[in-house]
């Protein structure tokens, strides 16, 4: 039986110049790549940006199998290849020498009038309103009453998520071997009418964080989890927790996360 390979990728052009010489490549060291999604593989090499990786993991379902991505796009935090490298990557995949980082995605449950259905977040679940307007959202944190929040809205991210929306958002770069989740509030309003806390709120990620809109305002809202929009008229509840899936990304034996960002942010 071949060991076999998925290669995902995106649209832009080099990455689609790029397909067909690392199938190639695959093959020529013995390894099977389908031209459909196989569920027996064991390893997806993801092609593009980190909206690329992000895109695979959704369109996937959040697979069980290990993961590694190839930087074509802009930032590319979770892509781990530089285009020239891959010959050099295979080789080290082969001999075993590279890491797995495991990362625990989000798992929102959304109560809403039409019963209950889950979203799942890799960098970060976010909660605004779908119409512009300020939301006021209780938040209990393992039911326990933490604040009344007014503002634009709340980005709960998971720490590989922290330097994404999160970090333009005010919110701190977590250490990856770090188990947390950040709450990091979005234009807080502080004024007599109404009082948020400023700065994120750091929670063990074993939390249970339950977001209800105050019923006087509207109950309609916008999650986004990894930039992909879900329109929820009604909500009653949304309860956020750190899901028990784990995502499997590989690394090459050089990577350290602060280097990455000094590399990518400063
Ligand atoms: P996008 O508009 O291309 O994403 C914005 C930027 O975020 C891109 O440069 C993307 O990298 C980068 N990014 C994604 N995940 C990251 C991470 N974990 N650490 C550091 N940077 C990261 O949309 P997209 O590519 O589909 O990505 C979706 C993400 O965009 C969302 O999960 C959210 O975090 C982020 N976002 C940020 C803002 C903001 O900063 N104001 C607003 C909305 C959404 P690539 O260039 O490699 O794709
Ligand atoms: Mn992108």
């Given at each position: 039986m071949k060991r076999i390979i998925n290669i995902t990728t995106n649209e832009h052009p080099y990455s689609l110049e790029l397909l067909p010489d690392l199938k190639h490549t695959l093959e020529s060291y013995g390894f099977a790549v389908p031209d459909n999604f196989s569920t027996d593989a064991e390893l997806i090499i993801c092609i593009g940006g980190d909206g690329s990786f992000l895109n695979t993991l959704h369109k996937h379902n959040f697979p069980k199998m290990q993961l590694v991505g190839i930087n074509t796009?802009?930032?590319?935090?979770?892509?781990?290849?530089?285009?020239?490298?891959i010959e050099e990557f295979i080789h080290a995949y082969l001999r075993g020498d590279f890491f797995v980082q495991k990362i625990r995605p989000l798992q929102a449950t959304v109560h809403d009038n039409d019963g209950v259905s889950t979203l799942m977040g890799l960098n970060e679940i976010v909660i605004k309103s779908d119409k512009s307007r300020t939301v006021h959202l209780n938040i209990n944190v393992n039911g326990n009453f933490i604040e009344k929040f007014s503002g634009d809205g709340l980005i709960v991210s998971t720490p590989s998520g922290s330097t994404a929306y999160n970090y333009s958002a005010g919110g701190s770069i977590v250490d990856p071997s770090l188990n947390l989740i950040q709450v990091t509030p979005l234009a807080p309003i502080n004024t007599t009418a109404y009082r948020s806390f400023t700065s994120s709120i750091v929670l063990p990620e074993t939390s249970v964080i339950e977001i209800t809109p105050e019923d006087k305002f509207e109950s309609s809202l916008l999650l986004v989890s990894d930039g992909i929009e879900f329109r929820c008229p009604e909500i009653q509840k949304i309860s956020v927790s750190t899901s028990d899936t784990t995502v499997r990304l590989l690394r090459l034996r050089n990577y350290e996360f602060w280097s990455k960002v000094k590399e990518k942010f400063l």
């Open positions: 796009g802009h930032l590319g935090f979770f892509q781990e290849i530089h285009p020239h490298e």
